[in-house]
């Protein structure tokens, strides 16, 4: 069973920029694949990025590419998203997720294991 406790959420201007870390714990972390998925009021649940349990692989939605990036260090179990430029549709519910020797799927059915998700507010 794994953990995932996702930090760094909080409230910021439009253009500004927050890291989210997301720590797990009881399991082999170097051998899951990872994302970030968001979900804002009244919408579904969306990947905004996720990593290959190698690290090798990454894939990001459209509307974050070129301002958010996403890492992973298996030594500290913890994988991040740095997000710069926010705008205010970034605006959501972040939550990290966690899949067993995952290539690092955009599918939400795909996970296994999620946070329990931070707050991202960007204000205008």
């Known amino acids: 069973q794994v953990q995932l406790v996702e930090s760094g959420g909080g409230l910021v201007q439009a253009g500004g920029s927050l890291r989210l870390s997301c720590a797990a714990s009881?399991?082999?972390?170097?051998?899951?694949?990872l994302a970030w998925f968001r979900q804002a009021p009244g919408k579904e649940r969306e990947s905004v990025a996720a990593i290959s349990w190698s690290g090798s692989g990454t894939y990001y939605v459209d509307s974050v590419k070129g301002r958010f990036t996403i890492s992973r260090t298996n030594a500290k179990n913890t994988v991040y998203l740095q997000m710069n430029t926010l705008k205010p549709e970034d605006t959501a519910v972040y939550y990290c997720a966690a899949d067993f020797g995952g290539p690092g799927s955009r599918q939400s059915s795909d996970y296994e294991y999620w946070g329990q998700g931070t707050q991202v507010t960007v204000s205008s």
């Open positions: 009881g399991g082999t972390f170097s051998r899951y694949g």
